[in-house]
């Protein structure tokens, strides 16, 4: 793509602090997501998803630091910025989505007037515009009658009405970047293709861009234009959503498509990966080679002598496996 990107993820590394060291949880992971883009970064629980999400914003936990790279927004370094200047860009130009909106919904505050919040937040004062935004914003996420449902508080809600509240909080300042993270996951599935239906809608009418976070490649196919395949804080493969199922590189990546709930496998267990993630403390003493290896297959010597270098597989797809010759003498078309 020759278009600048809107958010362009520099050698980002995040550690977490045990004592005098830093553990890394992410380590050097570099991407790039264009204007109105749907890209999704999908991996097993502890793969480092949240902690990315987290730092684009600068909402790392206590205990958790940025400890390399670069993160431009809009060509402006997030990672130099003072917390005056995120608190302009944060549920303004950039905002977030979670798993649970329980857990982020103020109990004791109406929906209307938390969707309505940022708009207060990012200096908007009169009431009646706020008030017609809300509205607005209600009936665009599918909150039907929003008159009636403004002044309804979030355990009057059910689970699907308050993911859709919090995407109408997210959205009503209209922001150039969503980031989503498992915002489905708690969800059953009709309310599941609801809610990714409706992210999609946000993103072909508002033109927003969006990182959508899932450890389901069988979600993040029905939504993503391209995905990031992470594990154990590295990026293992990368590439547009069609190239990366109909020609997965990395065996870890064979094993999220392989893991996947098929029609066709109802009522079978679902094909899990042997084997677990590495612990953030195991990566640390492990140092050298694939963090895959341990679990993979097909792993031989090399595999545990270094973290392999990027093989260009085809245009936009890429993947860091020691098995995987560059460029692959079979091409197929395109991403
Ligand atoms: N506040 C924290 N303090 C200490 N360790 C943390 C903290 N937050 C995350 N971690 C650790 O960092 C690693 C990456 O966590 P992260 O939450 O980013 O994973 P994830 O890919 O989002 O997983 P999940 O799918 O379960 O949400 C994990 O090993 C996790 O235990
Ligand atoms: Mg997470």
């Known amino acids: 793509m020759n278009q600048t990107p809107l958010l362009d993820v520099q050698g980002l590394s995040i550690g977490i602090q045990q004592g005098k060291r830093w553990l890394p949880a992410v380590d050097n992971i570099s991407f790039q997501l264009y204007p109105g883009e749907i890209l999704g970064i999908v991996g097993e629980s502890g793969c480092g998803k949240t902690l990315t999400a987290c730092s ?20 402006i370094d997030i990672t130099g910025l003072s917390q005056e200047e995120l608190r302009r860009i944060r549920g303004n130009e950039i905002a977030m989505v979670f798993q649970e ?28 515009l706020i ?12 909150l039907q009658d929003p008159k009636k449902l403004a002044p309804a508080y979030p355990h009057q809600l059910s689970g699907g009405m308050r993911q859709r509240v919090m995407i109408a909080a ?5 922001p150039k970047l969503l980031i989503a993270d498992e915002p489905t996951t708690a969800l059953d599935v009709t309310i599941q293709a609801q809610i990714l239906h409706l992210l999609k809608k946000i993103n072909q009418e508002l033109k927003t861009a969006i990182l959508f976070i899932s450890h389901d490649l069988g979600v993040i196919s029905q939504l993503c234009d391209r995905v990031l395949v992470m594990y154990a804080g590295k990026l293992v493969e990368a590439g547009g959503v069609k190239a990366i199922f109909s020609h997965p590189q990395h065996e870890y990546t064979k094993s999220l498509i392989g893991s ?6 109802k009522g079978k267990p679902l094909a899990n990966i ?3 993630v590495l612990s953030i403390e195991e990566i640390a003493e492990r140092k050298f080679g694939c963090p895959f290896a341990p679990r993979c297959i097909r792993a ?10 990027k093989a260009t597989v085809n245009e936009g797809h890429y993947v860091h496996c020691t098995l995987v010759k560059p460029l692959a003498e079979e091409h197929y078309g395109g991403i």
């Open 56 to 75: 684009i914003q600068r909402l790392l936990p206590q205990g958790v630091q940025t400890t390399g790279g670069n993160i431009l927004f809009n060509g």
């Open 101 to 128: 909106p329980m857990t982020s919904l103020n109990p004791l505050l109406t929906i209307g007037r938390q969707i309505g919040e940022p708009l207060e937040l990012h200096g908007k004062k009169d009431k009646k």
């Open 131 to 142: 008030c017609s935004k809300v509205l607005e914003v209600m009936e665009k996420v599918g």
């Open 170 to 174: 997210a959205v009503i300042c209209e």
């Open 260 to 265: 996947i709930p098929r029609k066709a496998l």
């Open 274 to 276: 042997p084997g677990k």
């Open 300 to 309: 031989g010597t090399s595999c545990f002598a270094g973290f392999p270098d």
